[in-house]
């Protein structure tokens, strides 16, 4: 089983800044992509950023220059760097990976989510 943990959110003003951490743990054999998601209230989860293991990334439109996701394979733990941060930003925001785990089978693995409030 694999386990996601994060940490990092909380409440911070508009243009503020956060870091988010995501530790993978349990009996992982390889990780490929990690990445962060988020879903704002009565709106659908939506991807933020990921990374491949080789350190490809891919952002959505609105965080492009103000968000940088970065991560240590040697630690399975994935990074959310979040800068001038704007009200919109605010949800609670999930990490992904996908796994190869004691099942031999390649999974997606979800963390619990951690909630940001971008607010003044």
């Known amino acids: 089983q694999v386990q996601l943990v994060e940490s990092g959110g909380g409440l911070v003003q508009p243009g503020g800044s956060l870091r988010l951490s995501c530790a993978a743990s349990?009996?992982?054999?390889?990780?490929?992509?990690m990445g962060w998601y988020r879903q704002a209230p009565g709106k659908q989860r939506e991807l933020v950023a990921d990374?491949?293991?080789?350190?490809?990334?891919n952002y959505a439109d609105s965080v492009k220059g103000r968000f940088t996701i970065s991560r240590d394979n040697a630690k399975n733990t994935v990074y959310l760097q979040m800068n001038s941060l704007k009200p919109e930003d605010t949800a609670v925001y999930y990490c992904?990976?996908?796994?190869?785990?004691?099942?031999?089978?390649?999974?997606?693995?979800w963390g619990q989510g951690t909630q940001v409030t971008v607010s003044s």
């Open positions: 992904h990976a996908a796994a190869l785990g004691v099942t031999m089978t390649w999974r997606d693995y």
């Open positions: 349990g009996s992982i054999f390889s990780i490929n992509a």
């Open positions: 990374i491949t293991s080789g350190g490809s990334t």
